[in-house]
Each structure stands twice: as C-alpha cells, then as structure tokens.
C-alpha cells in the first residue's frame, strides 16, 4: 500500500500545479459505523467509512470501529489535502482521496443509477460484472477471481459461465461461503489472481495493504484487472495509467447507500494510455 500511496501523492502534487490551493483545503472530515444488508445477497454487513472533503468527498471503508476521529483531527482542519496526514491509514486514504478529488479527470463512461439503496446495489454490481465479462471475453478464458467478497457481485458472475473463485479477511465468509461459493482467506488472494484470467478487485484491498501485491500478480502473470472503488474511486484514473489496471469502476460520492442518483465513472486502460512508469 505505501508503494501505492507514495506515487499517488507524488502525481497529485505534480497534476495540481495549475488549480488554486484553496480547492484542495482539507473543509470536513467525518466517520460513519452502519449496519446493512441491501440485497438478499449480500451478507449484513457491519463496516465503518471515513469521508474527508475538499471540493469533492473521499472515501475509505474499515473494518467496524476502526474509524478513530480523536481531537489530534482538529488541528488538519484547513490545511492542504495533499500534504497533511489522517491519525490512521484509512483518514490517509480518504484525505488523498478527496485531494485527488480537486483533480479534473476523463471517465471512459458514466452511468447513472438511481433508485432505493437495493435497486442501486444491484444496478452497480451488474455494471462492474459487465465489464469484468468484457475483459475475460478478450482473455478467451473462464476464470474469474473475485478479491473483497461482495455478494452482488458473486450473484451476477453466478449467471455467467464462468469458474469462480474468491477471499476475503472476514472469518465468517472464509467459514461459511457465500452464496455456495467457497472463499479463502484474504492471505491466498495474490495466488487467485495469478491463477485468474481477471481479477475483480475491490477498492478496500488498498486499506487492507493488499492492493499492491494484487497488481504485481496480475502483472507477472497477464491476469486482466478490474478495480471496483468507492475507496479511493478518484483514484481510478491513475490505476489504470500509472499502475497498469484494465479497468476501474468507480463509485464517487454520493454512493448507493444514500438516496438520490449515484453515478459511477468508467475508466478504461486501452482509452487512456499508460505512464513510462506503468506496471503493467
């Protein structure tokens, strides 16, 4: 993760030269604990996410509790997005998050979703399953290896012809499965990857510091990559162009949890180019 982190704050400081500090000021920082189940598939869900603000919201999901907003806070208030640091990795994410968020940026597609919070969650899962479908199409393979379990996104790959395979760091998904479909530990999810055709990635991987280990797999063994985020989603251009990520779906605030349309921008590596420092 800091490989990652280190880059992306080096890009933000070097692409923001021409746009006034004030759009990167550090206005708000807030968590949220919550409990959900937006879909029979999914499984309930008990999670944190701390949201910091520029001129636009950045996002990182923890685990429950984990979202510590102590008085030391106070003092990054004001300052400049692309310079101060959180109290926690996940404060980090979600301050770079927003700077990145002052960043003009170029989605291949967006698409608008809108709905109850169900509807939503659904309408996401089938637009990230589509294009991780398009992507294996170009592969001519069946294996699919789904990191960061979601059981929407489970429930839409169990449509297609496809071998799944998935993990995750939560003990009661490793024991149980979902949806009948097995899961292992989120330690064996480099191996998935190098042993997928595409990987569908979710965002929090970078909060859990697995993300860069993901990409170097996919990378040393021609896995297709496809990122889902709504951590770090003003990120996603930079995944696909520095880092080497097919695509990334990302999912902007205010997402699917809130009432009114979510959009989720498309970026896609094929569109954009890719650095000279690209991985991938």
């Known amino acids: 993760m800091d490989g990652i982190l280190e880059t992306l704050r080096t890009i933000v400081v070097d692409r923001s030269r021409d746009i006034p500090d004030d759009d990167f000021r550090l206005r708000s920082l807030w968590g949220v604990d919550y409990r959900s189940q937006p879909t029979a598939y999914e499984r309930f869900m008990v999670y944190s996410f701390?949201?910091?603000?520029?001129?636009?919201?950045?996002?990182?999901?923890?685990?429950?509790?984990?979202?510590?907003?102590?008085?030391?806070s106070d003092g990054i208030?004001?300052?400049?997005?692309?310079?101060v640091r959180g109290e926690t990795p996940?404060?980090?994410?979600?301050?770079l998050d927003a700077a990145f968020g002052a960043l003009p940026r170029s989605p291949g597609d967006v698409v608008t979703i809108d709905g109850a919070p169900d509807v939503k969650a659904l309408a996401r899962a089938e637009t990230v399953v589509?294009?991780?479908?398009?992507?294996?199409?170009?592969?001519?393979?069946?294996?699919?290896a789904q990191i960061g379990?979601?059981?929407?996104?489970?429930h839409y790959l169990l449509r297609e012809d496809v071998e799944i395979t998935a993990s995750d760091f939560e003990p009661g998904l490793v024991e149980h499965g979902i949806l009948g479909v097995p899961v292992t530990s989120g330690e064996h999810s480099a191996q998935l990857v190098a042993e997928s055709d595409v990987a569908l990635v979710c965002g929090e991987t970078l909060a859990s510091r697995t993300l860069e280990e993901l990409v170097e797999a996919a990378a040393e063994h021609n896995t297709r990559l496809v990122v889902f985020a709504v951590t770090g989603c003003h990120f996603a251009e930079e995944y696909c162009r520095t880092f080497g990520v097919d695509t990334v779906v990302a999912e902007p605030q205010p997402q699917y949890l809130f009432q009114g349309p979510s959009a989720l921008e498309i970026y896609r590596k094929d569109a954009l180019g890719q650095s000279p420092n690209g991985k991938h």
């Open 130 to 144: 589509g294009e991780t479908m398009r992507l294996l199409a170009r592969t001519g393979g069946r294996r699919v």
């Open 90 to 95: 996940e404060q980090d994410i979600a301050i």
């Open 149 to 154: 379990v979601m059981g929407n996104l489970i």
């Open 50 to 72: 701390v949201m910091a603000q520029t001129v636009r919201q950045g996002c990182c999901y923890a685990d429950f509790g984990s979202v510590r907003l102590g008085e030391p």
């Open 77 to 83: 208030i004001g300052k400049d997005a692309r310079l």
